[in-house]
């Protein structure tokens, strides 16, 4: 194959179907008592929208490939909890880099820092066909997705993460 470079493979390194990360139950305190996937229009975090580092509170805004168009919704999967607060301020502590739903195990999972996951909930089968639409959102809007974790739907979220899942590789 053009280009191979077997000293490039470490000696130790499996194939990738050996690959067997589980991800860790989150600590019950950090637990939500109920999550939802939801949508938001893209506007809302261009310039002149809604969502500003300023009213996320905890959290952080990824950039906004300049190519998606303005009309266009980014999923999210909202966290509900009396512990908005708390799991927040633990969030902001991580390296948050993705949510995810694995369909075929029905879990929707955090992915933080280099290498951990964390189980966040496991899906219902109403949930799961909400999850594949939350996934194709994502595909859609070349990894675009977000966080928002609220004491209630009628509350400002306590903290918001503007994510971006990135192609392998790069």
């Not at 939500?32 to 506007?43: D, I, R, S, T």
């Amino acid at each position: 194959m053009e280009g191979f470079k077997a000293s490039m493979i470490p000696a130790n390194a499996r194939p990738a179907f050996f690959e067997t990360r589980a991800p860790i139950k989150l600590p019950d305190a950090l637990r939500g008592e109920k999550y939802a996937f939801v949508g938001l229009p893209l506007a809302e975090f261009l310039p002149g929208g809604g969502v500003t580092d300023e009213n996320i509170g905890m959290g952080r805004l990824c950039p906004v490939p300049n190519d998606l168009p303005a009309d266009s919704f980014v999923s999210g999967i909202v966290i509900l909890t009396n512990r908005a607060e708390a799991l927040a301020s633990w969030l902001a502590g991580t390296e948050v880099v993705s949510m995810c739903c694995d369909l075929r195990k029905r879990n929707l999972i955090m992915e933080t820092d280099i290498d951990t996951e964390y189980l966040m909930a496991r899906l219902n089968d109403v949930q799961r066909e909400e999850g594949a639409a939350f996934e194709e959102g994502k595909e859609n809007m070349a990894g675009l997705h977000f966080i928002s974790v609220q004491k209630d739907e009628d509350d400002d979220p306590a903290g918001f993460w503007l994510l971006r899942n990135l192609p392998a590789g790069i």
